[in-house]
C-alpha cells in the first residue's frame, strides 16, 4: 500500500516562497507519476502540477507556470512543489497525488490517482 505524507506549508507572505515536500512509500517510486492538486473549501480538488514516472515531462496548470516547479528525487521517494512569486489566491490545502504508470505521462484530472496524502496548509497573505 502506498503511503504519501506532505510536509513544507505554512503561512507566507504574498510574494514569498514555499517548498513542499511528499514523502512516498509502500512501493517502487519510479513506477509512479505523481502530482500536486489543491482546495479550497467549498470548491473542488483543483490540478496544480504532475510529472511523470520518469521525471521527464511536466505539467502546470495555467495560474502557476513560471511560478511553481514540480520536481522528483527518485533517490529519496520523494517529489516537491517549489512555490515562488506566491500570490493569495495559491491559499490552499495541497495535495500529493501518485498513479501507477511507468511512462513519460502526466495526468491533470484526480480521478487518474491511485493515493492521496492528507494534505498540507498553506496560506498566503496579503
Known amino acids: 500500500q502506498v503511503q504519501l505524507v506532505e510536509s513544507g506549508g505554512g503561512l507566507v507572505q504574498a510574494g514569498g516562497s514555499l517548498n513542499l515536500s511528499c514523502a512516498f512509500s509502500?512501493?517502487?517510486?519510479?513506477?509512479?507519476?505523481m502530482a500536486w492538486f489543491r482546495q479550497t473549501a467549498g470548491k473542488e480538488r483543483e490540478f496544480v502540477a504532475a510529472i511523470s514516472s520518469t521525471g521527464g515531462s511536466t505539467n502546470y496548470v495555467g495560474s502557476v507556470k513560471g511560478r511553481f516547479t514540480i520536481s522528483r528525487d527518485n533517490a529519496k521517494n520523494t517529489v516537491y512543489l517549489q512555490m515562488n512569486s506566491m500570490k493569495p489566491e495559491d491559499t490552499a490545502v495541497y495535495y500529493c497525488?501518485?498513479?501507477?504508470?511507468?511512462?513519460?505521462?502526466?495526468?491533470?484530472?484526480?480521478?487518474?490517482?491511485?493515493?492521496w496524502g492528507q494534505g498540507t496548509q498553506v496560506t498566503v497573505s496579503s
Open positions: 509502500g512501493r517502487t517510486f519510479i513506477w509512479y507519476a
Open positions: 497525488a501518485a498513479k501507477f504508470s511507468f511512462s513519460r505521462i502526466t495526468y491533470v484530472s484526480p480521478d487518474e490517482y491511485d493515493y
